[in-house]
């Protein structure tokens, strides 16, 4: 079958045409991640618990065969079947052996290349028909059988955000990027100039992870208006710089700064810090700070942090995403000029 493009893929699942088999590989994981949820949603929401399953490559209950009659299980609701191996680089692009055995997570996982992989091609050969089998990888090897083989049979869309081998590919790659960036900035009825766009792109300087990041603090920052400027670019597009200052979220909500405080998370997220570290450093200043200094905002302050707590605990949406919209939630007007912890 021939490549899909992007477009393409998002019209196929609008339209809930998908195909039997389906390879998204690529270092763009919050669009592969977006696309994988896309997917699934084809399926009734009531319906997926029977008929939508995940499963790690090479893992169990993620060997070849267990993938292989995974998918040929008839749907027990609905109209289809879904089945999406992660890590599906351990089939499509294995380690060698003894390295699979140094560096992989799970201990009683096999080496890819003792894996017998023939329930699989036969499954690739003679895909069911009322079912769709989706392969997320990072990367894929097309020298080998299997591989060569799964590439011929299936849709394969490539997102390799803003990698590019050589100046062409890489200038593809980023067009294809800025592309689909604009088109998500116009479905939340937002527009931006392609000088704008090429600065916000160029802020992330190659990294793709961290471009998607500065989209979703871009949509939340300017939620309410039309058009994005360069100023909020400014604002919100990512600065990778140490943590000089542990207090700098509280204190930039403390200040009304809501730009700042989004920086300054971002990059207490960055480091590797926990959400959790961070809203109990928020829920200690709400109660301890805010109350004395505004006892108006204190209700709806207990109410975001509740409710983002409660999210953060269930998996109830991206971790980064709710901590950003706690900390534009908090922001208000500035308080009395008084700073905590860290420099003063």
């Not at 990367?139 to 390799?160: M, N, Q, Y």
């Amino acid at each position: 079958m021939p490549s899909l493009d992007l477009r393409t893929l998002e019209s196929r699942i609008k339209s809930r045409t998908l195909d039997p088999i389906h390879v998204f590989v690529g270092e763009d994981v919050k669009l592969v991640d977006r696309m994988v949820d896309a997917v699934e949603a084809t399926v009734d929401e009531g319906d997926r618990p029977f008929a939508v399953e995940r499963v790690y490559a090479a893992e169990p209950g993620g060997m070849p065969i267990d993938i292989a009659a995974a998918i040929r299980v008839l749907p027990m609701l609905g109209d289809r079947r879904i089945v999406v191996v992660l890590r599906a680089e351990r089939l499509l692009k294995p380690k060698r052996a003894s390295k699979w055995s140094e560096t992989t997570e799970t201990e009683d996982a096999e080496a890819p290349d003792a894996l017998d992989l023939g329930p699989l091609e036969a499954y690739v050969d003679a895909p069911a028909e009322k079912a769709t089998l989706v392969f997320v990888a990072s990367g894929i090897d097309r020298t080998r059988r299997f591989t060569k083989r799964l590439v011929e049979k299936a849709s394969v869309t490539e997102f390799a955000g803003l990698a590019g081998e050589g100046p062409a590919g890489r200038g593809t790659a980023r067009a294809a990027v800025m592309e689909q960036i604009a088109r998500e900035l116009a479905a939340q009825n937002r527009t931006i100039e392609p000088r704008i766009l090429h600065m916000l792109v160029d802020r992330a300087g190659g990294d793709v992870s961290r471009l998607r990041d500065d989209v979703e603090r871009l949509l939340l920052y300017t939620e309410g208006q039309s058009k994005i400027s360069r100023e909020d670019v400014d604002e919100i597009a990512t600065l990778h710089v140490a943590v000089e200052d542990e207090w700098a979220v509280v204190n930039a909500i403390a200040a009304g700064d809501a730009p700042a405080a989004l920086r300054a998370a971002a990059a207490r997220l960055d480091r590797g810090d926990s959400p959790h570290q961070l809203l109990g450093q928020l829920r200690w200043w709400v109660s301890s700070r805010l109350a004395e200094a505004d006892a108006s905002r204190l209700r709806a302050a207990i109410d975001a942090l509740l409710r983002t707590d409660l999210a953060l605990k269930s998996s109830g949406g991206d971790e980064r995403v709710l901590v950003e919209r706690l900390v534009v939630e908090l922001t208000g007007k500035p308080l009395p000029d008084r700073r905590w912890g860290g420099r003063r």
